[in-house]
């Protein structure tokens, strides 16, 4: 794992917050998991964007929809001892944890947790490899997408980056597609008379753990 550059850190850090993402900087990944269950405990219950049977749901919320009484926390690209540990967390507070199976949930869900592959200071982007679908689902059909970054793995630039997208590329020999996600800040667009509005594409907020952990796989 290359050392960290605590200016690269820095920058990274200030760009992501101009652009709205809240970065903050956490030793492990088990205070990772932690913050991940805290933020689904205090948000608002998340708004049911389309109809989802079966589901319960609660009191309309600000855009007139209902809200999913059953918070739920979505983590597909955790390893088995992460996903266990962070399923656990959950169960004690009456969470449901989802590895897989997003495709049932598309009306919308609490949060959503993604690893990023890297990290490009100059933008305050995150780079996400999300060939599985429920990885890509993850951060995009979530109120709060939180985004983990080793700080080892922040990149000055694009071009600093080329090669690592070049090896994405050729890693699947047998013609089987890439999906590859770099995603800057909470989901953001505007309409033709240039008023902007957050989250109509994808996430509310976007939240970016700054790891320090080195020893951890």
Do not use: W
Not at 126 to 148: K, P, Q, S, W, Y
Not at 154 to 179: C, Q, W
């Amino acid at each position: 794992m290359p050392p960290v550059n605590q200016e690269l850190v820095e920058a990274f850090s200030a760009k992501a917050a101009l652009v709205n993402a809240v970065v903050q900087e956490l030793p492990t990944m088990e205070a990772a998991l932690q913050y991940v269950v805290d933020v689904c405990e205090s948000k608002a219950p998340a708004q049911l964007l389309a109809d989802e049977p079966g589901t319960e749901t609660g009191p309309l919320g600000p855009n007139k929809c209902p809200t999913r009484v059953q918070r739920v926390v979505a983590a597909p690209a955790l390893n088995d001892a992460d996903f266990a540990a962070l399923e656990n967390a959950c169960r004690e507070k009456g969470f449901l944890c989802l590895r897989e199976g997003l495709r049932g949930y598309l009306a919308g869900i609490d949060v959503g947790l993604s690893e990023a592959v890297l990290g490009v200071a100059a933008s305050g982007t995150c780079m996400l490899d999300t060939d599985n679908e429920d990885a890509r689902l993850a951060g995009m059909i979530a109120e709060i997408n939180v985004v983990v970054l080793r700080k080892s793995e922040i990149y000055p630039d694009l071009p600093s980056v080329a090669e690592k997208l070049r090896e994405r590329m050729n890693a699947h020999k047998d013609g089987a597609g890439t999906f590859t996600t770099f995603v800057t800040g909470p989901s953001r667009t505007a309409d033709i008379e240039r008023v902007a509005a957050v989250g109509v594409h994808g996430p509310l907020e976007l939240h970016i753990i700054l790891l320090e952990d080195q020893g951890h796989a």
